[in-house]
């Protein structure tokens, strides 16, 4: 396949180092925002010296195919989720050979849907019940009357609005805080998703696929907060080759096929329960937020290399994986907290973080003096931090460090 023009749609986050890397190959991009309100809160990430055209989706499909008749375009991606239908729908309307199947596309976003058709496929999933009716959720938690339960949005992402309930008045509370609140992409959620608590080991696993085959990247050992927002904590590399990890890969495998997942990145989430590997939810993109440089430093790839590679040479990219994957050491990603609303950043907050012996990089969501809310998700956490050591111990020790900063309240101005 001869590549000259690829479409990248709402392609923030992670999905911005696309551009710059086709560029280098000569390759040409243009950038499409999937409608206005995403291109109002996500634009400062997109770099418009990267693309040779910048548009935005108004909501005619039509319109927007005949904007881009002027280029051919070989290849389209997407970078947040929001984008996932426009970027199928065009694909597919092209007749482009990068898909996935055009008929799970609804089942690759919702993740009620999503649930169902892994469930179909014959493998483990949670139970779950989807409605907008407060009585027909609080009714379904009663009847099973196991808790904890998890509700949240069906098209959600950050973890924003993801919720543990312990009790049905945990399910009342959080139905309407829900129902009353909009989407991680702004948009206001118009139904509820609970399903059953899945207790047990998490995991992420990042992988690109090509032709129907799924080729590892990596996969991370995740540690969530134990509280009703299950936000992050951090996320470490793991040796995935090991044979613990065999059952994973199955499933993970399994998980993808169900969800016809052909061609491109995702990043799957996934609890190792006593009965098993479980789907929490696929994103089918690359994964956000994370800096390249941790799994390229442990193991010598990463998710956006590894996309880039399977288009520009599918064969050498292939034959990359028939040799057994070396690790060099153990990376890191944590979420940065405030466990404290209305205090500000120490002024020497980030220039502390960038002393540790681990240090990577930080990506701030505050800047030095700036009033902190509590961290319930992604976007109310004070940023993120990268960390990598050969040294396992002294991973562990500068992670110390850096939630004694948060826990002692070094990290704030004193009053």
């Known amino acids: 396949m001869s590549i000259s023009n690829i479409l990248i749609v709402d392609g923030a986050s992670t999905a911005a180092n696309y551009a710059p890397l086709f560029r280098a190959y000569g390759i040409r991009c243009i950038h499409l925002f999937s409608d206005p309100t995403i291109a109002s809160h996500f634009g400062s990430m997109i770099n418009q010296q990267d693309y040779i055209a910048c548009l935005t989706h108004q909501g ?31 694909a597919n309307t092209l007749d482009l050979e990068y898909i996935n199947k055009p008929e799970l596309s609804l089942a690759r976003r919702n993740k009620y849907e999503m649930t169902e058709a892994v469930r179909m496929a014959g493998l483990r999933v949670a139970a779950q019940k989807l409605s907008d009716n407060i009585q027909v959720i609080s009714k379904w938690a009663e009847q099973r009357n196991q808790y904890p339960v998890i509700i949240k949005p069906v098209e959600g992402a950050g973890v924003k609005g993801v919720f543990k309930c312990f009790s049905i008045t945990d399910v009342l509370r959080y139905f309407n805080e829900i129902m009353h609140s909009t989407s991680y992409y702004e948009v206001p959620n118009a139904t509820v998703l609970i399903q059953s608590f899945l207790a047990g080991k998490e995991y992420i696993i990042d992988s690109v696929s090509l032709n129907g085959k799924h080729y590892l990247t990596s996969i991370l050992s995740v540690k969530r907060d134990n509280g009703q927002s299950p936000f992050l904590d951090y996320m470490e590399t793991v040796d995935y080759t090991l044979f613990e990890y065999s059952e994973l890969r199955e499933y993970a495998t399994g998980v993808l ?28 993109r690359l994964h956000g937020s994370l800096d390249l440089r941790l799994t390229t430093y442990a193991c010598g790839r990463n998710h956006v290399q590894d996309v880039v590679a399977s288009l520009l040479s599918p064969d050498y990219f292939v034959a990359s994986y028939s040799q057994t994957p070396s690790f060099y050491g153990q990376a890191m990603h944590a979420l940065l907290r405030s466990p404290q609303a209305g205090r500000r950043l120490h002024k020497d907050y980030w220039e502390r973080l960038e002393t540790l012996s681990s240090f990577v990089s930080y990506k701030s969501n505050l800047v030095t003096g700036e009033i902190t809310s509590i961290t319930k998700d992604l976007k109310t956490a004070v940023g993120t931090l990268s960390l990598f050591n050969r040294d396992s111990k002294q991973l562990a020790y500068d992670l110390c460090f850096v939630r004694n900063e948060e826990n002692t309240g070094f990290m704030y101005e004193s009053d």
Request: charged share 15%; net charge negative.
């Open 60 to 90: 005619d499909l039509k319109l927007t195919l005949n904007l881009l008749s002027k280029w051919k375009i070989s290849v389209v991606l997407h970078g947040l989720d929001s984008a996932l239908a426009l970027a199928g729908s065009i």
């Open 257 to 284: 096929n169900a969800l016809g997942v052909r061609n491109g990145p995702s990043h799957l989430e996934i609890i190792l329960t006593e009965n098993g590997p479980t789907l929490v939810e696929l994103n089918c």
